[in-house]
Nanobody, 121 residues
């Protein structure tokens, strides 16, 4: 079963930075599209950042200018660079990837297990 492995979460002080990573459990040909979501306690999951198959990017207003999503097909990895973190960024962050494995099979929507980011004031 193909899974996504997330890493990079943790505890950081306000103003600090973290980088989240998301990697499929198998070798892939390409990441076609990607999204990063987050869910704070008691709140609904929300889209934080997205890169479409055409390379267009989208960021939630709350993270514009602070977060950067990227993908590295050579490393089979998607990233979310988070700078100038605020306490309100505290949440579990999930990646969602659309990717193609070496056999040519496409997996259009696979979710990571989530990684907790806690920002202290």
């Amino acid at each position: 079963q193909v899974q996504l492995v997330e890493s990079g979460g943790g505890l950081v002080q306000a103003g600090g930075s973290l980088i989240l990573s998301c990697t499929p459990s198998v070798r892939i040909f390409s990441i076609n599209a990607m999204g990063w979501y987050r869910q704070a306690p008691g709140k609904q999951r929300e889209l934080v950042a997205r890169i479409t198959s055409g390379g267009n990017t989208y960021y939630a207003d709350s993270v514009k200018g602070r977060f950067t999503a990227s993908r590295d097909n050579a490393r089979n990895t998607a990233y979310l660079q988070m700078n100038s973190l605020k306490p309100e960024d505290t949440a579990t962050y999930y990646c969602n990837l659309d990717f193609t494995v070496l056999s040519g099979r496409r997996y259009p929507e696979v979710w990571g297990q989530g990684t907790l980011v806690t920002v202290s004031s």
